[in-house]
Nanobody, 124 residues
Framework: QVQLVESGGGLVQAGGSLRLSCAASGSIFSNYRMGWFRQTPGKEREFVAAINRDGSNTYYTDFVKGRFTISRDNAKNTVYLRMNSLKAEDTAVYYC?????????????????WGQGTQVTVSS
């Protein structure tokens, strides 16, 4: 099964940018659809973005459309989340997730494999 490790989180001022990376190992990366989720204390983990196996289709939740971009490099076994125009409300732990079952891309229940998360803090 695939193992996932996120990186790239940190502290940034509102209006700034970050790029998160998620490195996969242990399995054939191109077999997996990939997603990014985020979670704040006391709240459920929520969908942010997803990408299909070859990167030809991407999906976003409304509150990040136009600001965040998901992409993948199957040769490097890595999925990225470029985050621009960051807002204080984007502060959260960001998780990447992988799916090889072909279920829903937009829900936590669609992903059996998860990374440990990376903290993103946006100061206002």
């Amino acid at each position: 099964q695939v193992q996932l490790v996120e990186s790239g989180g940190g502290l940034v001022q509102a209006g700034g940018s970050l790029r998160l990376s998620c490195a996969a190992s242990g399995s054939i990366f191109s077999n997996y659809r990939m997603g990014w989720f985020r979670q704040t204390p006391g709240k459920e983990r929520e969908f942010v973005a997803a990408i299909n196996r070859d990167g030809s289709n991407t999906y976003y939740t409304d509150f990040v459309k136009g600001r965040f971009t998901i992409s993948r490099d199957n040769a490097k076994n890595t999925v990225y989340l470029r985050m621009n125009s960051l807002k204080a409300e984007d502060t959260a732990v960001y998780y990447c997730a992988a799916d090889d079952r072909g279920l829903t891309l937009l829900s936590v229940r669609g992903y059996p494999y998860w990374g440990q998360g990376t903290q993103v803090t946006v100061s206002s």
